[in-house]
């Protein structure tokens, strides 16, 4: 049985204009820790200039110290005859080869400037020969370490805010998730697979906030890296009139895109396929975790473990094509941009641009080729975390929620009767109705109980008084109120429900008592088991209360479950009582007290029970027997018997069996 991946009625597309302004939605409350970070990514894309400013004054210098070799090996004979050789010269009487080594030996026109202030502070930053100054020895093995520290420390600030920030707005993002499952009706949650639910939930956030993450931090230091390398290029050309050279920017720039564009739509439809793929292996861990009994009593391990294996296969395959589509970008920028460098150097050789002047402008436009490549990776970043950003918008565009009026009015109590008039109900998808034209009552402190085979309709009819599910046609009211007026948390709180498949929570057995009842006190709680008749098994072992019952109830027979179930509701004491075959899977020994403990329950309250045994309701003030969504029969237990109906066959067969 080949498990695939089942698109979900609420998928839809959306841009990327719509996918990442959404997210930034969640990310704006966090802006100012978001500044930070790009303040700092500027800060540190800063540093680069002043490596940049040092890189053609120190070639020129080198070049003039070759110079002055030069020159004084020319003019050595001459200085040991010329006796006025050791007078100053003006500007005037240098030589044309003097004359070169002075411009040659041309500092940087800030420098003057830095001299004279470090001058001001008591600092020589060279001596009378022209020699490095001990001041300047310090600033170099101490100041420029600090600045590289400083450096560092911004980048730190930089991923450290940007980190922080992206982690906390996809934490609101995944709260919100949640709530909305959690607003869902339960038609929502019949139709949809829990194991895939959950990989949308948890999985889909976790991707989009590492790829946030890493993205907010490349675009908030890469942009800036290459707007100092390209502003340096630019104005380095201008002063030495080489603007022929910002063709190279101006060509170049957009050919590292145009592969990238190209390679977009490929990246994202492979990385939808394989989040799609890590849900459904997800989905099958989830499902065969919790049938684990299935597998265990079928011997199914080896089963299950082949197809376990399949799906994760078919996942390999889907993440390594999108994974091959994401390397082709890296090569594909690194090829243009040596075909742009060679580019220029071909130019530079036929301009006959000295090394000195074509030196300078490749430092930065090698420097420039990480940061440029980081944009051009960030587009598979931008695919992938869109596929899952779709997903999850998705589910939070879906509204299956059931609907409450803005009149609602609050209703604290229940106090005369409940109501089914002419209520009618069909699942969405199915053939017929679940509930046909049903029409009864249900006094305050009377028993009503719902007898039928299997899909009769008996559980449907719990959900529509509970509110999961509106009625197509009629109503059910509550002291003359339409349940759709009333505020749904004040009509759950006046009802409680014991199933027959009982769900626990992997907590201990005073939490799970204590669920629904947050205030309850721990002599309440144990008060509440006496009654379900579960204290005795509680105290039974070492933990006592604070015995964890597993996952579902894992630790616990059936029977004990049910008693757990019935203490909660007690401790609810809510004044309505929906009771949904709370006795039909126990043995005969585990019923008795399972059945004591609810009568318990059921003094003083109304009762609404869906009764699978019909010996469990000889009792019930009214018996509604229902067939294919509709009530066949109704009335006490000694009419329906003596009617001679489908009621006395129901109770025939159980005895003879």
């Known amino acids: 049985m080949a498990l695939e991946y089942k698109k979900e009625f609420f998928d839809r ?6 996918a990442y302004s959404r997210a930034w939605g969640y990310a704006r409350k966090y802006k100012f820790r978001i500044f930070v970070g790009i303040v700092c990514g500027m800060l540190t894309a800063g540093t680069l200039v002043p490596l940049f400013q040092v890189i053609q004054p120190a070639l020129q210098q080198a070049s003039a110290n070759e110079l002055e070799a030069e020159i004084a090996a020319e003019t050595a004979p001459a200085a040991e005859t010329a006796a006025d050789e050791t007078a100053p010269k003006n500007k005037q009487q240098l030589t044309p080869m003097e004359r070169k080594v002075a411009k040659a030996a041309k500092l940087p026109g ?5 001299e004279r202030i470090a001058k001001r502070c008591g600092i020589e930053l060279q001596d009378k020969s022209g020699a490095m100054g001990g001041a300047l020895l310090l600033i170099a093995v101490v100041v420029i370490p600090l600045l590289a520290a400083v450096r560092l ?29 959690q607003r869902q009706s339960l038609q929502f949650h019949g139709r949809i697979d829990v194991g895939q639910l959950m990989m949308r939930a948890v999985g889909d956030p976790s991707t989009v906030q590492m790829m946030i993450q890493s993205m907010l931090s490349q675009l908030a230091r890469a942009p800036f890296e290459i707007l100092a390398a390209v502003a340096f290029i630019v104005h380095f050309a201008i002063q030495n009139h080489m603007l022929a050279t910002l063709g190279v920017i101006v060509i170049g720039m957009p050919a590292f895109m145009f592969p990238v564009v190209g390679l977009g739509k490929r990246i994202r439809a492979w990385s939808r396929k394989s989040l799609e793929k890590g849900t459904v292996v997800g989905s099958h861990l989830h499902e065969v975790l919790t049938c684990v009994r299935v597998v265990k009593a079928f011997g199914t391990e080896e089963f299950e473990n082949r197809r376990y294996e399949s799906v994760n296969r078919r996942l390999l395959s889907t993440i390594m094509r999108a994974f091959r589509w994401g390397l082709f970008v890296g090569p594909t920028v690194e090829t243009i941009g040596i075909v742009i460098l060679c580019g220029f150097l071909v130019w ?38 869109q596929a899952s950003l779709q997903r999850i918008w998705s589910l939070m565009d879906l509204d299956m929620e059931m609907p409450e009026s803005p009149n609602a009015a609050p209703k604290a109590s229940f106090d005369d009767r409940i109501v089914f008039n002419d209520v009618s109900f069909r699942y969405e998808g199915a053939d017929r109705d679940a509930v046909s034209h049903a029409s009864f009552e ?62 626990l929570f992997n907590e201990s057995i005073e939490a799970n008592i204590s669920y629904g009842s947050p205030g309850a006190t721990h002599e309440q709680v144990v008060a509440a088991a006496k009654m379900a008749n ?3 098994f509680i105290m039974s ?48 020994v585990t019923e008795r007290l399972v059945q004591d403990a609810i009568n318990n329950l059921m003094a003083n309250r109304t009762t609404f029970a869906i009764a699978h045994r019909l010996s469990t309701i000889r009792n019930a003030d009214l018996i509604l027997v229902m067939d294919r969504g509709r009530i ?20 025939d067969m159980q005895t003879t069996a």
């Open 110 to 114: 800030w420098y003057p400037k830095v």
């Open 13 to 18: 597309n959306y841009t990327v204009r719509e």
């Open 153 to 181: 420390l911004l980048i730190f600030l930089n991923q450290y805010c940007l980190c922080w920030a992206a982690t906390r707005a996809v934490t609101d993002l995944r709260v919100d998730l949640f709530r909305q499952i």
């Open 541 to 588: 072992q070492p933990e006592g209360y604070d015995r964890v019952v597993g996952e579902k109830g894992f630790s616990l027979s059936g029977g004990e479950r049910q008693r757990i179930a019935i203490a909660r509701a007690i401790l609810r004491n809510p004044p309505i009582l929906i009771l949904d075959e709370a006795t039909s899977a126990l043995d005969t």
């Open 442 to 503: 249900v006094k305050k402190g009377r028993t009503v109980a719902v007898v039928g085979g299997t899909g009769s309709g008996k559980s449907t009819l719990s959900g529509l008084l509970c509110r999961f599910f509106d009625p197509q046609s009629g109503c059910v009211t509550m002291d003359g109120r339409d349940l759709r007026e009333m505020r749904t948390a004040d009509l759950r709180a006046l009802i409680g429900s014991v199933q027959q498949e009982t769900l």
């Open 632 to 651: 066949v029969e109704r009335g006490t237990h000694d009419e329906l018997y003596a009617a001679d109906g489908v009621y006395r066959r129901l109770c």
């Open 534 to 536: 579960a204290h005795e």
């Open 348 to 385: 530079c050789f036929m301009a006959r641009v000295t090394l000195a002047n074509v030196l300078p402008m490749l430092a930065p436009l090698l420097l420039i080729y990480k940061p440029v490549k980081q944009l051009c990776s960030l587009q598979v970043s931008l695919e992938t975390a």
